[in-house]
């Protein structure tokens, strides 16, 4: 056989035949490993509400549930010198305005001494039975170190703060981003103001999309 121009051409062995065979195998594996790689890639946890937890029975609970509301998160403990007056507090608030709107979310965390030492069921049942809290209660986590839970880290990286003490409050809006922090000794006033305007911007967005 000639080429153009009149110059032989060589045929190709068979060797060479699988060779180019071989390869384009190859390249088309790779490629679907790559696509199946993205495909099942687990996606990043955008927002808050984006997350699944665990409650205080260990039940896997999805935090999708509480988005289009307000939630302050807590990290809470049992036997602190703040215990009795935050948790008085936040039921008040969780009563005040409900949760057609708006939740506490308790985290119990037992990295601050001997503050938290319980399990998670004995921490909620001591919760509601000594201060009547009805908001809702988590497993008890860790939110320092590399053993940080998911859910709480992304509110310490929203802020760029970790907590250096219990009842750290995280305000979280509808679409699950971080709007606020307070430390632990801060007016509990304060907290209600941004909590109530926050909630009163929901109802009035929710009417006008009526």
């Known amino acids: 056989m000639e080429a153009l121009g009149g110059y032989p051409t060589k045929s190709s062995s068979p060797k060479a035949k699988m060779l180019r065979v071989l390869l ?23 927002d808050f509400y984006s997350f699944e ?4 029975k260990g039940r896997t609970v999805s935090l999708e549930k509480y988005r289009g509301k307000a939630s302050l ?3 809470v403990a049992s036997h602190c010198e703040h215990t009795e007056a935050n948790y008085r507090s936040l039921q008040e608030l969780h009563r005040e305005l409900g949760t057609s709107h708006f939740n506490v979310l308790a985290f119990p965390c037992g990295q601050y001494g001997d503050t938290e030492t319980g399990f998670s069921r004995d921490i909620e049942a001591f919760a509601k039975a000594t201060y009547g809290v009805t908001f809702p209660f988590f497993s008890k986590i860790k939110i320092m170190g590399t053993e ?8 310490t990286d929203s802020v760029q703060k970790t907590p250096k003490w ?7 809006n509808p679409e699950g981003a971080v709007v ?6 801060e007016p509990v006033e304060s907290i209600r103001q941004e909590v109530a305007a926050l909630v009163r911007d929901i109802i009035i967005k929710k009417r006008l999309e009526l």
């Open 180 to 185: 606020r922090f307070w430390r632990t000794d």
């Open 73 to 75: 998160v807590v990290n």
């Open 24 to 46: 384009s195998m190859t390249v088309g594996l790779g490629c679907l490993f790559l696509l199946q790689t993205q495909l099942l890639k687990p996606r990043k946890p955008k």
């Open 148 to 155: 940080a839970d998911s859910a709480f880290k992304f509110l």
């Open 53 to 56: 937890v665990k409650d205080a």
């Open 166 to 172: 219990n009842f750290w409050k995280f305000l979280v």
